[in-house]
């Protein structure tokens, strides 16, 4: 999974698909079932992130449905709050307001400033319209310097408000989005000084 995860960082995303495919099934065979949840996790990311959003449902969905030994508290938080995501993306409110607080309550428990933010930003922009709350939620990303999330949200952002032809609002979040692409370069470039 690790190999899969390098392609996604570097946007080989049909050849990190094909790898999550490997590593879901290598688990499922060895019958280990976090790293498989694990798989169909970054699998639905993978999916999402190529404007698959219906596969991105089927592996969130799949990644639920795997009972763990163990129960995983982060796992569950993460992988219901893109269910919200992608179920909001497919105009499914209900289903989606549904993972939307199962993983709000986890992010509560665990006190996840990151995910609390994250779940704001998808509230507002998918069910309320609050651009002050989506707002300050994108200000506590750039605040924990979380830059990939923030440039991500904000392109999200702008791109439901440009199909609403809203475009100030969407080009107030290309704008947003493409600024803290840019700052997560000079952040990068100055851990690795």
């Known amino acids: 999974m690790v190999i899969a995860s390098n392609k996604m960082d570097l946007n080989q995303l049909e050849q990190a698909e094909s790898t999550y495919k490997d590593a879901?099934?290598?688990?499922a065979k060895s019958n280990i079932d976090l790293p498989q949840a694990l798989g169909y996790f970054n699998l639905g990311i993978c999916y999402d992130r190529q404007g698959k959003v219906q596969q991105a449902l089927?592996?969130?969905?799949?990644?639920?449905?795997?009972?763990?030994?163990?129960p995983h508290k982060t796992l569950h938080m993460r992988t219901k709050y893109m269910l919200?995501?992608?179920?909001?993306q497919l105009d499914k409110k209900a289903e989606g307001l549904e993972s939307y607080n199962e993983s709000l309550i986890l992010a509560n428990e665990l006190s996840d400033n990151a995910y609390i933010a994250k779940l704001n930003i998808i509230h507002s922009i998918y069910i309320t319209g609050d651009e002050a709350q989506l707002d300050a939620a994108l200000n506590v990303l750039k605040?924990?310097?979380l830059?990939?999330?923030a440039a991500e949200l904000s392109i999200m952002a702008a791109r439901f408000y440009k199909k609403q032809d809203n475009h100030k609002l969407a080009s107030k979040y290309f704008d947003e989005g493409l600024e803290s692409q840019a700052k997560k370069l000079t952040w990068m470039e100055e851990e690795a000084e």
């Open 24 to 27: 879901i099934n290598l688990a």
């Open 58 to 70: 089927d592996s969130f969905q799949n990644g639920l449905s795997i009972e763990l030994k163990k």
């Open 84 to 88: 919200a995501r992608v179920l909001f």
């Open 143 to 145: 605040t924990q310097k």
């Open 147 to 149: 830059w990939k999330d």
